[in-house]
Protein backbone atom coordinates (compact mmCIF):
# COMPACT_ATOMS: atom_id res chain seq x y z
CA UNK A 1 0.00 0.00 0.00
CA UNK A 2 1.28 3.40 -0.60
CA UNK A 3 2.45 5.18 2.38
CA UNK A 4 0.13 7.74 3.72
CA UNK A 5 2.04 10.93 5.43
CA UNK A 6 -1.74 12.50 6.75
CA UNK A 7 -3.89 11.62 9.05
CA UNK A 8 -7.53 9.64 8.34
CA UNK A 9 -9.57 7.90 9.65
CA UNK A 10 -10.90 4.75 8.05
CA UNK A 11 -14.58 3.76 8.46
CA UNK A 12 -15.93 0.10 8.07
CA UNK A 13 -19.77 0.61 6.96
CA UNK A 14 -19.99 -3.45 6.84
CA UNK A 15 -19.46 -3.33 10.63
CA UNK A 16 -22.28 -0.52 11.19
CA UNK A 17 -24.21 -2.77 8.96
CA UNK A 18 -24.20 -5.41 11.28
CA UNK A 19 -24.54 -3.84 14.19
CA UNK A 20 -27.61 -2.70 13.66
CA UNK A 21 -28.68 -5.83 12.50
CA UNK A 22 -27.41 -7.04 15.96
CA UNK A 23 -29.31 -4.08 17.79
CA UNK A 24 -32.65 -5.10 15.37
CA UNK A 25 -32.10 -8.98 16.66
CA UNK A 26 -31.34 -7.97 20.51
CA UNK A 27 -34.54 -5.40 20.08
CA UNK A 28 -36.97 -7.19 18.02
CA UNK A 29 -37.64 -3.78 16.58
CA UNK A 30 -36.51 -2.14 13.53
CA UNK A 31 -33.74 0.54 14.21
CA UNK A 32 -33.90 4.37 13.63
CA UNK A 33 -30.42 5.31 13.19
CA UNK A 34 -29.28 8.55 14.85
CA UNK A 35 -26.52 9.81 12.31
CA UNK A 36 -26.56 13.22 14.23
CA UNK A 37 -23.25 15.29 14.69
CA UNK A 38 -21.56 13.54 11.34
CA UNK A 39 -23.12 10.19 12.50
CA UNK A 40 -20.95 10.96 15.40
CA UNK A 41 -18.03 11.75 13.18
CA UNK A 42 -18.27 8.63 11.25
CA UNK A 43 -19.72 10.83 8.26
CA UNK A 44 -23.52 10.72 8.01
CA UNK A 45 -24.31 10.82 4.32
CA UNK A 46 -21.87 7.43 4.03
CA UNK A 47 -23.59 5.92 7.28
CA UNK A 48 -27.08 7.11 6.50
CA UNK A 49 -27.04 4.76 3.29
CA UNK A 50 -25.30 2.21 4.95
CA UNK A 51 -27.91 1.83 7.64
CA UNK A 52 -30.53 2.41 5.50
CA UNK A 53 -29.13 -0.55 3.53
CA UNK A 54 -29.10 -2.84 6.64
CA UNK A 55 -32.87 -2.24 7.03
CA UNK A 56 -33.30 0.36 9.49
CA UNK A 57 -36.81 2.58 8.19
CA UNK A 58 -36.07 5.95 9.83
CA UNK A 59 -32.90 8.16 10.52
CA UNK A 60 -32.49 10.85 13.21
CA UNK A 61 -30.28 14.09 13.18
CA UNK A 62 -30.46 16.56 15.42
CA UNK A 63 -30.58 20.36 13.89
CA UNK A 64 -32.76 20.88 10.41
CA UNK A 65 -30.06 21.41 7.86
CA UNK A 66 -28.38 18.01 8.43
CA UNK A 67 -32.09 16.64 7.49
CA UNK A 68 -31.85 18.95 4.22
CA UNK A 69 -28.16 17.44 3.27
CA UNK A 70 -29.36 13.78 3.44
CA UNK A 71 -32.30 15.15 1.60
CA UNK A 72 -29.98 16.86 -0.73
CA UNK A 73 -27.89 13.43 -1.06
CA UNK A 74 -30.61 11.86 -2.56
CA UNK A 75 -32.03 9.90 0.83
CA UNK A 76 -35.91 9.98 0.62
CA UNK A 77 -36.16 7.68 3.71
CA UNK A 78 -38.00 9.32 6.72
CA UNK A 79 -35.97 11.89 8.47
CA UNK A 80 -36.56 12.93 12.61
CA UNK A 81 -35.23 16.23 13.29
CA UNK A 82 -34.60 15.51 17.50
CA UNK A 83 -33.55 19.45 18.32
CA UNK A 84 -36.22 22.54 17.50
CA UNK A 85 -36.86 23.50 13.54
CA UNK A 86 -36.83 27.30 13.09
CA UNK A 87 -40.52 28.49 12.30
CA UNK A 88 -39.02 30.05 9.42
CA UNK A 89 -38.01 26.55 7.81
CA UNK A 90 -40.97 24.22 9.18
CA UNK A 91 -42.54 24.96 5.65
CA UNK A 92 -39.65 23.15 3.57
CA UNK A 93 -39.65 20.48 6.33
CA UNK A 94 -43.30 19.54 5.85
CA UNK A 95 -42.48 20.09 1.66
CA UNK A 96 -39.57 17.58 2.48
CA UNK A 97 -41.31 14.99 4.36
CA UNK A 98 -38.49 15.77 7.24
CA UNK A 99 -40.46 14.94 10.73
CA UNK A 100 -40.37 17.29 13.01
CA UNK A 101 -40.46 16.95 17.42
CA UNK A 102 -43.00 18.66 18.99
CA UNK A 103 -42.01 19.41 22.32
CA UNK A 104 -44.29 22.57 23.38
CA UNK A 105 -47.51 24.27 23.53
CA UNK A 106 -45.30 27.58 22.60
CA UNK A 107 -43.60 25.58 19.71
CA UNK A 108 -46.85 24.29 18.64
CA UNK A 109 -48.24 28.07 18.21
CA UNK A 110 -45.27 28.84 16.34
CA UNK A 111 -45.54 26.08 13.55
CA UNK A 112 -49.06 26.29 13.26
CA UNK A 113 -48.82 30.10 12.21
CA UNK A 114 -46.32 29.35 9.82
CA UNK A 115 -48.26 26.59 8.31
CA UNK A 116 -51.15 28.28 8.10
CA UNK A 117 -52.95 28.35 4.32
CA UNK A 118 -49.98 25.74 3.83
CA UNK A 119 -51.67 22.35 1.45
CA UNK A 120 -49.08 20.33 3.32
CA UNK A 121 -49.42 18.76 6.91
CA UNK A 122 -46.25 18.96 9.07
CA UNK A 123 -45.60 15.27 10.30
CA UNK A 124 -44.33 15.17 13.83
CA UNK A 125 -43.43 13.48 16.65
CA UNK A 126 -45.07 14.40 20.04
CA UNK A 127 -42.07 14.48 22.61
CA UNK A 128 -42.71 14.10 26.49
CA UNK A 129 -40.50 14.15 28.95
CA UNK A 130 -40.41 11.25 31.28
CA UNK A 131 -37.04 12.42 33.64
CA UNK A 132 -34.47 13.93 31.36
CA UNK A 133 -35.53 17.38 32.09
CA UNK A 134 -35.19 18.67 28.01
CA UNK A 135 -37.27 18.72 25.63
CA UNK A 136 -41.05 17.73 25.54
CA UNK A 137 -44.25 18.19 28.23
CA UNK A 138 -43.91 16.81 30.94
CA UNK A 139 -45.41 13.32 30.34
CA UNK A 140 -48.13 13.39 33.10
CA UNK A 141 -49.63 16.42 31.00
CA UNK A 142 -48.55 14.07 27.66
CA UNK A 143 -52.49 13.15 26.60
CA UNK A 144 -53.50 16.90 26.72
CA UNK A 145 -50.26 17.79 24.72
CA UNK A 146 -50.95 14.75 22.17
CA UNK A 147 -54.77 16.00 22.05
CA UNK A 148 -53.82 19.72 21.03
CA UNK A 149 -51.46 17.80 18.37
CA UNK A 150 -53.43 15.56 17.11
CA UNK A 151 -57.14 18.38 16.73
CA UNK A 152 -54.67 20.36 14.84
CA UNK A 153 -55.69 20.88 11.25
CA UNK A 154 -51.98 21.34 9.87
CA UNK A 155 -50.16 18.37 11.97
CA UNK A 156 -49.83 14.70 10.95
CA UNK A 157 -49.16 13.34 14.14
CA UNK A 158 -47.08 10.04 13.13
CA UNK A 159 -45.08 9.49 16.41
CA UNK A 160 -44.92 9.75 19.92
CA UNK A 161 -41.52 9.10 22.19
CA UNK A 162 -39.47 10.25 24.81
CA UNK A 163 -35.60 9.90 25.80
CA UNK A 164 -34.06 8.11 29.25
CA UNK A 165 -31.45 9.85 31.16
CA UNK A 166 -30.02 7.15 32.88
CA UNK A 167 -30.42 4.24 30.24
CA UNK A 168 -27.35 3.17 30.41
CA UNK A 169 -26.60 3.27 34.16
CA UNK A 170 -27.65 -0.17 34.69
CA UNK A 171 -27.20 -0.03 38.78
CA UNK A 172 -29.81 2.71 38.26
CA UNK A 173 -33.06 2.34 38.87
CA UNK A 174 -34.10 5.37 37.44
CA UNK A 175 -35.04 3.68 33.91
CA UNK A 176 -38.34 1.81 35.57
CA UNK A 177 -39.82 4.42 36.70
CA UNK A 178 -39.24 6.99 33.55
CA UNK A 179 -40.70 3.60 31.30
CA UNK A 180 -43.94 3.50 33.82
CA UNK A 181 -44.55 7.02 33.34
CA UNK A 182 -44.30 6.74 29.31
CA UNK A 183 -46.08 3.27 29.14
CA UNK A 184 -48.94 4.88 31.40
CA UNK A 185 -49.26 7.61 28.49
CA UNK A 186 -49.38 5.47 25.92
CA UNK A 187 -51.98 3.42 27.35
CA UNK A 188 -54.11 6.41 27.76
CA UNK A 189 -53.57 7.45 24.41
CA UNK A 190 -55.01 4.27 23.33
CA UNK A 191 -57.82 4.52 25.38
CA UNK A 192 -58.91 8.21 23.81
CA UNK A 193 -58.00 6.53 20.20
CA UNK A 194 -54.92 8.49 20.16
CA UNK A 195 -52.26 6.48 19.73
CA UNK A 196 -49.53 7.74 16.98
CA UNK A 197 -48.44 5.18 14.54
CA UNK A 198 -44.86 4.79 15.90
CA UNK A 199 -43.76 5.08 19.23
CA UNK A 200 -40.29 4.67 20.14
CA UNK A 201 -38.23 4.93 23.00
CA UNK A 202 -35.13 3.14 23.46
CA UNK A 203 -31.89 4.54 22.95
CA UNK A 204 -28.83 2.25 22.25
CA UNK A 205 -28.61 1.19 26.11
CA UNK A 206 -32.21 1.19 26.60
CA UNK A 207 -32.34 -1.48 23.28
CA UNK A 208 -29.62 -3.87 24.57
CA UNK A 209 -30.20 -3.79 28.10
CA UNK A 210 -33.63 -3.05 29.07
CA UNK A 211 -35.93 -5.15 26.93
CA UNK A 212 -38.96 -4.31 28.43
CA UNK A 213 -38.61 -0.76 26.89
CA UNK A 214 -38.65 -1.97 23.76
CA UNK A 215 -41.86 -3.31 23.38
CA UNK A 216 -43.05 -0.67 20.97
CA UNK A 217 -42.80 0.31 17.30
CA UNK A 218 -39.04 0.93 17.00
CA UNK A 219 -35.87 1.48 18.91
CA UNK A 220 -33.14 5.02 18.52
CA UNK A 221 -29.35 3.35 18.16
CA UNK A 222 -27.11 5.93 18.27
CA UNK A 223 -23.90 4.69 20.05
CA UNK A 224 -24.23 0.77 19.74
CA UNK A 225 -24.47 1.27 15.64
CA UNK A 226 -21.12 2.33 16.21
CA UNK A 227 -19.89 -0.32 17.98
CA UNK A 228 -19.06 1.52 20.69
CA UNK A 229 -20.32 1.25 24.38
CA UNK A 230 -23.20 3.42 26.08
CA UNK A 231 -20.84 3.74 29.02
CA UNK A 232 -18.37 1.63 31.30
CA UNK A 233 -21.78 0.13 33.39
CA UNK A 234 -23.26 -0.91 29.89
CA UNK A 235 -20.72 -2.67 27.66
CA UNK A 236 -21.99 -4.16 24.62
CA UNK A 237 -20.96 -7.93 23.77
CA UNK A 238 -18.60 -8.87 21.81
CA UNK A 239 -21.01 -9.57 18.82
CA UNK A 240 -20.30 -5.57 18.18
CA UNK A 241 -17.75 -4.24 15.96
CA UNK A 242 -16.52 -0.60 16.62
CA UNK A 243 -16.43 0.93 13.11
CA UNK A 244 -13.43 3.52 13.39
CA UNK A 245 -9.70 3.50 13.44
CA UNK A 246 -7.74 6.71 13.45
CA UNK A 247 -4.69 6.87 12.32
CA UNK A 248 -1.35 8.75 10.90
CA UNK A 249 1.60 8.43 8.79
CA UNK A 250 4.72 9.21 10.57
CA UNK A 251 5.94 12.73 8.77
CA UNK A 252 9.63 13.13 10.00
CA UNK A 253 12.13 10.83 11.88
CA UNK A 254 15.16 12.38 13.85
CA UNK A 255 17.54 11.95 16.99
CA UNK A 256 18.21 14.46 19.45
CA UNK A 257 20.66 14.63 22.36
CA UNK A 258 19.90 13.89 25.94
CA UNK A 259 18.01 17.06 27.92
CA UNK A 260 16.76 18.42 24.40
CA UNK A 261 13.21 19.94 24.94
CA UNK A 262 9.87 18.66 23.30
CA UNK A 263 7.27 20.96 22.07
CA UNK A 264 5.77 24.01 23.38
CA UNK A 265 6.65 25.01 26.66
CA UNK A 266 9.30 22.01 27.49
CA UNK A 267 7.18 19.55 29.23
CA UNK A 268 9.33 17.00 28.10
CA UNK A 269 12.99 16.39 28.21
CA UNK A 270 14.88 13.65 26.31
CA UNK A 271 16.51 11.61 28.89
CA UNK A 272 19.64 10.09 26.75
CA UNK A 273 21.47 11.17 23.61
CA UNK A 274 20.27 9.27 20.49
CA UNK A 275 16.54 9.54 21.27
CA UNK A 276 14.70 8.99 18.14
CA UNK A 277 11.75 11.74 17.76
CA UNK A 278 8.94 10.94 15.53
CA UNK A 279 6.22 13.59 14.24
CA UNK A 280 2.85 12.88 13.49
CA UNK A 281 0.34 15.43 11.72
CA UNK A 282 -2.37 14.89 14.22
CA UNK A 283 -2.91 17.94 16.68
CA UNK A 284 -5.93 19.19 18.98
CA UNK A 285 -7.73 20.78 16.10
CA UNK A 286 -7.99 17.49 14.35
CA UNK A 287 -10.14 16.34 18.08
CA UNK A 288 -7.26 15.05 19.67
CA UNK A 289 -6.94 15.39 23.39
CA UNK A 290 -4.43 18.41 24.61
CA UNK A 291 -2.93 16.48 27.52
CA UNK A 292 0.25 14.74 28.41
CA UNK A 293 -0.67 11.16 29.04
CA UNK A 294 -1.18 10.49 25.37
CA UNK A 295 0.09 7.24 23.53
CA UNK A 296 -0.45 5.85 19.95
CA UNK A 297 0.43 2.25 18.64
CA UNK A 298 3.80 2.03 15.88
CA UNK A 299 4.60 -1.23 14.62
CA UNK A 300 2.17 -2.77 16.86
CA UNK A 301 3.63 -1.11 20.48
CA UNK A 302 2.35 1.39 22.52
CA UNK A 303 4.34 4.79 22.64
CA UNK A 304 3.94 7.68 24.40
CA UNK A 305 3.39 10.92 22.69
CA UNK A 306 5.94 13.34 23.78
CA UNK A 307 5.05 16.80 25.39
CA UNK A 308 2.35 19.19 24.79
CA UNK A 309 -0.36 18.26 21.93
CA UNK A 310 0.18 21.15 18.93
CA UNK A 311 -2.86 21.80 16.88
CA UNK A 312 -1.93 20.26 14.03
CA UNK A 313 0.96 17.50 14.85
CA UNK A 314 2.77 16.44 18.34
CA UNK A 315 6.02 14.41 18.49
CA UNK A 316 6.18 10.67 19.33
CA UNK A 317 9.09 8.60 20.90
CA UNK A 318 10.18 5.92 18.60
CA UNK A 319 12.66 4.63 21.09
CA UNK A 320 11.70 1.48 21.51
CA UNK A 321 10.30 1.40 17.70
CA UNK A 322 14.15 1.44 16.16
CA UNK A 323 12.70 0.41 12.76
CA UNK A 324 10.20 3.18 12.35
CA UNK A 325 10.38 5.38 9.66
CA UNK A 326 8.83 8.38 7.73
CA UNK A 327 5.16 7.02 6.05
CA UNK A 328 4.91 4.36 8.81
CA UNK A 329 1.56 3.94 10.36
CA UNK A 330 0.56 5.42 14.17
CA UNK A 331 -3.08 4.61 14.91
CA UNK A 332 -4.40 7.21 17.28
CA UNK A 333 -7.65 5.04 17.84
CA UNK A 334 -7.88 1.17 17.00
CA UNK A 335 -6.07 -1.80 16.44
CA UNK A 336 -2.16 -2.38 15.65
CA UNK A 337 -0.80 -5.97 16.34
CA UNK A 338 -1.96 -7.44 19.05
CA UNK A 339 -2.75 -4.01 20.82
CA UNK A 340 -6.02 -1.99 20.47
CA UNK A 341 -6.63 1.57 21.76
CA UNK A 342 -10.08 1.73 22.10
CA UNK A 343 -12.59 5.11 22.48
CA UNK A 344 -13.46 4.54 25.41
CA UNK A 345 -9.67 4.27 26.43
CA UNK A 346 -9.24 7.66 24.94
CA UNK A 347 -12.31 9.16 26.77
CA UNK A 348 -11.56 7.87 30.11
CA UNK A 349 -7.78 9.37 29.44
CA UNK A 350 -9.42 12.57 28.44
CA UNK A 351 -11.96 12.81 31.01
CA UNK A 352 -14.81 12.94 28.87
CA UNK A 353 -16.09 9.56 27.04
CA UNK A 354 -16.28 7.79 24.06
CA UNK A 355 -19.33 9.88 22.40
CA UNK A 356 -16.94 12.78 23.03
CA UNK A 357 -14.17 11.75 21.25
CA UNK A 358 -15.35 10.08 17.83
CA UNK A 359 -18.05 13.54 17.44
CA UNK A 360 -14.83 15.54 17.99
CA UNK A 361 -12.79 14.20 15.32
CA UNK A 362 -12.21 17.40 12.92
CA UNK A 363 -13.81 17.23 9.57
CA UNK A 364 -10.61 18.05 8.17
CA UNK A 365 -9.87 14.64 9.14
CA UNK A 366 -10.33 12.67 5.53
CA UNK A 367 -12.62 9.62 6.35
CA UNK A 368 -12.30 6.88 3.96
CA UNK A 369 -14.87 4.05 3.59
CA UNK A 370 -14.68 -0.03 3.53
CA UNK A 371 -16.23 -1.03 1.30
CA UNK A 372 -15.04 2.23 -0.93
CA UNK A 373 -18.45 4.62 -2.05
CA UNK A 374 -19.24 3.94 -5.37
C1 LIG B 1 -33.41 11.79 21.56
C2 LIG B 1 -32.28 10.85 21.37
N1 LIG B 1 -32.52 9.59 21.04
C3 LIG B 1 -31.54 8.69 20.85
C4 LIG B 1 -30.22 9.05 20.99
C5 LIG B 1 -29.14 8.02 20.81
O1 LIG B 1 -28.53 7.71 22.02
P1 LIG B 1 -27.37 6.63 22.07
O2 LIG B 1 -26.25 7.17 21.24
O3 LIG B 1 -27.00 6.55 23.51
O4 LIG B 1 -27.94 5.39 21.51
C6 LIG B 1 -29.90 10.35 21.34
C7 LIG B 1 -28.50 10.73 21.51
O5 LIG B 1 -28.10 11.71 22.03
C8 LIG B 1 -30.96 11.28 21.54
O6 LIG B 1 -30.71 12.55 21.87
Redo the contacts with the bound molecule.
Sequence with gaps: MEKRYDTWVEIDLNAIRHNIQTIALIAGKPVMA?I?ANA?GHGMIPVGKAAIAAGCPFV?V?RFGEAQELRQAGITTPILV?GYIHPKDIEEAARESIRATLFSYEQMKQYEEALRGTWKKLPVHVKVDVGMGRLGEQAEDGLRFLQSAASSAVFDVEGL?S?FSK??MLEDDATGLQFSRFDRLIREAEKAGLRPRIVHLA???GAVFHPEICKYDMV?????IYGLD?SDSARLSPDFQPALSWKAGITSVKTVPAGQEISYCGRYKTQKDNSRIGVIPVGYADGFGRILENRVLVHGRRVPVLGTVCMDQCMIDLNEVPDAVTGDEAVILGSQGDDRISAEELGARWHTIN?DVVCGIAERVTRLYTPELS
Design positions: IKYAALYHADNSARGGIAPY
